[in-house]
């Protein structure tokens, strides 16, 4: 290893809003200015959605979280944020019961919808992980030539004995081969500060939040999981298996600060209300 120091599927169907959508795949070449792809990288159908509000009170109510990839295309490359369920999954129609308990589905593999713009896995320059939770690192072993940006405690974190729950080491096991840029806090991905690696501890010691300022679209931050669902960041709810309280607080009070000042938008990775605002696959913001 080379470390740097520095849900149902028509409910992922995301809306065609906005003048700055553009609604053709892109080249296989660089693009001249930033864009922002969101993809349907699975779905996972929850039996109890109370374990997701705070404190995690069960409710014996079902649900549906959809999981969603995002790739950034830079004029100096691509970064792909989270990689998902795992393409395998795809093989089995009914989908696959995971470790936790929970059945999760994928209709259509990440690496199919990178395809679809002119991309093989060699082609990414950079994954970056909110974190190490299976259905944000499934496909981590796919890019093994890209860059992986992660905090460096999530990355100690996840492959402690035991094994935390969520997380399944074999589907990250390349960060051994792969080149790892383990991170401290902040980071730049590009060096120009349009694309920022916000530290967001709480949901995992070492996670992480994406902000990203969009020419046309201004700033936006990908939540990973700071928040899983609209009321828990609009009422700063936190559920009970995250591994702070304290910390998943004061991150979203930092985001909070951030998109005020910026006057930009949250996007939370698993409410289906935030992804249809944004360009359905593959259109993108810019």
């Known amino acids: ?29 660089a693009p001249s200015e930033l864009r ?5 990288c699975g779905r ?3 039996p109890d959605m109370g374990f997701f509000k705070d404190g995690s009170p069960p409710n014996g109510q079902p649900g549906t979280l959809p999981v969603s990839c995002f790739l950034i295309r830079h004029p100096k490359g691509a970064l792909l944020w989270d990689t998902g369920l795992d393409d395998a999954i795809s093989k089995s129609p009914d989908g696959v019961t995971d470790a936790v308990g929970m059945r999760v589905h994928v209709q259509r593999g ?27 690192a499934g496909n ?12 460096r405690k999530e990355l100690a974190w996840a492959n402690a004995t035991p094994t935390p729950l969520g997380v399944d080491a074999t589907k990250f096991s390349a960060w051994r081969e792969a080149k790892v840029e383990s991170l401290d806090g902040e980071h730049d991905v590009f060096g120009d500060g349009r694309v920022r690696i916000l530290s967001t501890p709480g949901h995992t010691p070492g996670h992480q939040s994406l902000r990203v300022t969009l020419p046309k679209s201004g700033t936006l ?5 700071l928040c899983h669902t609209r009321e828990n960041w609009e009422r700063h709810g936190v559920p009970g298996f995250n591994t702070s309280r304290e910390e998943t607080l004061a991150s979203i009070g930092q985001v909070e600060a951030l ?3 910026s006057h930009g938008r949250f996007i939370i990775q698993h409410a289906t209300e935030d992804l249809r605002t944004l360009p359905a696959f593959p259109g993108y913001l810019e």
Do not use: E
């Open 1 to 29: 290893m080379r470390v740097a120091t520095s849900l149902l599927p028509s409910l992922f169907v995301l809306s065609l809003g906005g003048a700055c959508a553009r609604h053709v795949p892109a080249p296989a070449q």
């Open 36 to 40: 922002l792809y969101a993809l349907d």
């Open 44 to 46: 996972i159908d929850i």
């Open 110 to 136: 990440l690496q199919a919808q990178l395809a679809q713009l002119g991309l093989k896995p060699s082609d990414v320059t950079y994954v970056g992980f909110s974190h190490l939770h299976a259905d944000h």
């Open 140 to 151: 981590a072993n796919a890019f093994p030539g890209a860059t992986w940006l992660v905090q």
């Open 221 to 225: 931050v990908l939540s990973g999981d």
């Open 259 to 261: 998109l005020t000042h």
